[in-house]
């Protein structure tokens, strides 16, 4: 068992580092610092679904020194440290709760990782007159955060490990 | 049970995605509203100021030890052109109102629209 889950981590720590890969190829859609679509975030959504908080806790954080390592700078580290790590927690603290689905859950995601980013920003550069960008960062977590959402609900429908081989799907499409 | 649930489910999801959107659209809203035409456009670097140009001018200044290309013309300011490689900041095109900022994070710089007056205004 406890192989298993080693076996599943580290498939799923390669899976958001190809997605956070082929992200940093994606050229920025919005002239705006710091939105992305948050592609590995699917693979965290999952994760907490599926295996739990701690795991998914290890997943991002060697995620995000892996990803920023090879793909971009020390400083982006920083960024999205501080972004997946306040995503993660409020994800968690959402799902606890039991009364939303997974597309309420990656939606507080998205707009926390972008609320996490805009403060590191706000220490870095020693200026809040970023905080212009938040109403931005906000909606844009909203949208991200929905298509993230809609797509991991489905992962984790498809890969339920209760269910059997060639079940009907219409019965639990989305929002587990 | 589970399927009365998750028809609540999906309809707490949604009030909580409208209770976003529209915190984010009545924070735009105040943001802008809080606005007036600016009179300088401060470079910052870090958070310390090293440069700030009246909007009534016209003009490209390299700003930063030329990192960046600063543009003013018709009260406005935007950044022409950058050393960085995603050029987001130049993609994010004029400001002209108060608190309105342009960021360029590789370079660390900020361009700031100021009221005139007062030093730098400060949202938040």
Not at chain 1, 10 to 31: C, N
Not at chain 1, 57 to 85: C, N, P
Not at chain 1, 139 to 156: D, K, Q, R, Y
Not at chain 2, 3 to 27: E, H, Q, W
Request: include cysteine; aromatic fraction near 4%; hydrophobic fraction near 50%.
């Amino acid at each position: 068992m406890e192989t298993r889950k080693i076996a599943q981590m580290g498939l799923l720590i390669a899976l958001a580092m190809i997605l956070s890969y082929v992200e940093s190829r994606i050229p920025a859609f919005v002239a705006i610092p710091g939105i992305k679509m948050g592609l590995a975030n699917i693979v965290v959504v999952f994760a907490l679904y599926r295996l739990g908080f701690k795991e998914a806790l290890v997943i991002t954080a060697l995620r995000v020194v892996l990803a920023s390592l090879l793909f971009g700078s020390v400083l982006s580290m920083a960024y999205s440290a501080s972004g997946a790590l306040l995503s993660l927690v409020g994800m968690t603290l959402l799902k606890k709760s039991r009364l939303f689905g997974t597309v309420a859950v990656s939606v507080t995601g998205g707009v926390l990782h972008n609320l996490g980013q805009i403060a590191t920003a706000c220490l870095i550069l020693e200026t809040n007159a970023i905080a212009y960008y938040i109403p931005f960062l906000i909606i844009s977590g909203v949208v991200t955060g929905i298509v993230i959402g809609l797509a991991a609900a489905i992962v984790i429908n498809r890969l339920d490990p209760d269910r059997k081989v060639k079940d009907d799907e219409e019965d639990d499409e989305e929002g587990v | 049970m589970k399927s009365t649930s998750k028809k609540a489910r999906i309809l707490r999801d949604l009030c909580l995605i409208f209770a976003l959107v529209i915190l984010g659209l009545a924070s735009l809203v105040i943001m802008r509203s809080r606005g007036t035409e600016g009179a300088y456009a401060i470079v910052q670097v870090n958070g310390i100021e090293i440069s700030r140009h009246s909007l009534h001018m016209e003009g490209t200044i390299p700003v930063n030890g030329g990192t960046n290309l600063l543009e003013i013309k018709g009260n406005r300011a935007r950044l022409v052109d950058a050393d960085c490689p995603d050029k987001l900041c130049v993609r994010q095109g004029w400001i002209q109102y108060t608190g309105q900022c342009i960021t360029c994070l590789p370079n660390k710089l900020t361009v700031t629209i100021s009221g005139g007056d007062d030093s730098v205004e400060l949202i938040l």
